[in-house]
């Protein structure tokens, strides 16, 4: 099946900081998503991008779908930014959607 | 509101006593399905429905079983439920392909 990667595993900012967050996925797929799950667990949706580029206010994400990489942007972070963020694929080839391992986000004040 | 609900948030319960986590969506989405999470194993897909009377398993499907009658619910049963269930659960809906909702959660702890 479609493999996923997340890069980094984890990461430290100060408030204020910018970031990016990469997902790297083994196949061709038709639906890639960004999720943030918040310290109470509820998952957010961030953008639904299987290609091209969004932006939605300090966040953008751009996904290569030829090169299979997609790429989450988090500009002048906040504590509110904290929690781990989840890339999510879709593969052409099954019905599963499959999630990445996270990145762990923690912004400091 | 556009929205997956899931029913009950928390519960606590203890070994070999059914259980049922409802979901029911207001999107008129054909595709549902059931994930788990698990600290270290991240989130894994337990079922899936393409339709309605359309299940199918996932990857994490031993213990469970679901069922759709109806386009708008999804539910996930536990007919035997043991402490390695004990995990947050999730509820989706999506169109086909399409941008997937989740529900809340359900936070489940089988004692």
């Known amino acids: 099946g479609i493999q996923v990667e997340q890069s980094p595993p984890d990461l430290i900012l100060q408030e204020g900081a910018n970031s990016t967050l990469r997902c790297n996925f083994s196949d061709s797929v038709n639906n890639l998503q960004w999720f943030h799950q918040n310290p109470w667990g509820q998952l957010i949706n961030l953008f639904y991008?299987?290609?091209g580029t969004k932006q939605n206010g300090r966040l953008s994400a751009t996904t290569v779908a030829t090169e299979r990489y997609s790429l989450l942007y988090i500009s002048s972070s906040q504590t509110t930014d904290s929690g781990v963020y989840f890339c999510?694929?879709?593969?052409?080839?099954?019905?599963?959607?499959?999630f990445g391992p996270g990145t762990r986000l923690s912004v400091l004040p | 509101e556009a929205q997956v609900t899931q029913n009950p948030r928390y519960l606590i319960t203890v070994t070999g006593k059914k259980l049922t986590v409802t979901c029911s969506q207001n999107m008129n989405h054909e595709y549902m399905s059931w994930y788990r999470q698990d600290p270290g194993l991240g989130l894994r897909q337990i079922y899936y429905s393409m339709n309605v009377e359309v299940t199918d398993k996932g990857d994490v499907p031993e213990g469970y079983k679901v069922s759709r009658k109806e386009k708008r619910n999804f539910p996930l049963i536990l007919e035997s439920p043991s402490p390695n269930q004990t995990s947050l659960y999730f509820c989706a809906s999506s169109l086909p392909h399409g941008e997937q909702f989740f529900g809340p959660g359900t936070r489940l702890t089988v004692l």
């Open positions: 991008i299987p290609s």
């Open positions: 999510a694929v879709d593969s052409n080839y099954g019905q599963n959607f499959v």
